[in-house]
């Protein structure tokens, strides 16, 4: 199974913040990652498919790059509503495998 | 409203089976692949089983082959994971998920877009 690696595992950062995760595949992988955000208690929610697709309704303040082995969520200015988990996920193959998970705590 | 409802979770012994539902409204079930995810208590995503449109290729990760089971009702619009032989480190919320598998630059892609809420198996003697 292909692993998929994150980091940082949390980090901690201010509102208006810019924040990057990366996240980083065992073998090449095209474009085929996905980001979520998971708040504790909920479901995930669906940021960004095709390692750079926003999904319709999440703020433009989200974006998301890369391909092969190397990807990033960056969060351009950091807004209070945002804390929580993030998790990348690999579809390039089965079994598709997510991240440990990068959680974002505010300062 | 388009929704996903899981249910099914609950307390049971080492060895034993459930049998997960989820049941979808608001949207043609029909259309879309299906995904089963689990997330053990205080810990990160795994991805468990999809199925496609018609039910006609499953897929699952190796920690439960031969133990689970994906399957779904299209009439009724309702997707299940029969869980059997079960261990203690089956204990997780399930979710279900919808894969809207969009299409870019001539490639399918996984988009799990709409989710349950979670239901909670419990392994324990």
């Known amino acids: 199974a292909i692993q998929m690696t994150q980091s940082p595992s949390s980090l901690s950062a201010s509102v208006g913040d810019r924040v990057t995760i990366t996240c980083r595949a065992s073998q090449g992988i095209r474009n085929d990652l996905a980001w979520y955000q998971q708040k504790p208690g909920k479901a995930p929610k669906l940021l960004i498919y095709?390692?750079?697709s926003l999904q319709s309704g999440v703020p433009a303040r989200f974006s998301g790059s890369g391909s092969g082995t190397e990807f990033t969520l960056t969060i351009s200015a950091l807004q209070p509503e945002d804390f929580g988990t993030y998790y990348c996920?690999?579809?390039?193959?089965?079994?598709?495998?997510f991240g440990q998970g990068t959680r974002v705590e505010f300062k | 409203e388009l929704q996903l409802v899981e249910s099914g979770g609950g307390l049971v012994q080492p060895g034993g089976s459930l049998r997960l539902s989820c049941t979808a409204s608001?949207?043609?079930?029909?259309?879309?692949?299906m995904t089963w995810v689990r997330q053990a208590p205080g810990k990160g995503l795994e991805w468990v089983a999809n199925?496609?449109?018609?039910?006609?290729?499953?897929h699952y990760v190796d920690s439960v082959k031969g133990r689970f089971t994906i399957s779904r009702d299209n009439a009724k619009n309702s997707l299940f994971l029969h869980v059997n032989s079960l261990r203690a480190e089956d204990t997780a919320v399930y979710y279900c998920a919808r894969d809207t598998t969009p299409w870019a630059d001539g490639f399918p892609y996984d988009a799990f877009d709409i989710w349950g809420q979670g239901t909670m198996v419990t392994v324990s003697s």
């Open positions: 095709a390692a750079s």
């Open positions: 996920l690999q579809d390039y193959n089965y079994p598709r495998t």
């Open positions: 199925i496609k449109r018609d039910g006609s290729e499953t």
């Open positions: 608001g949207f043609t079930f029909s259309s879309f692949w």
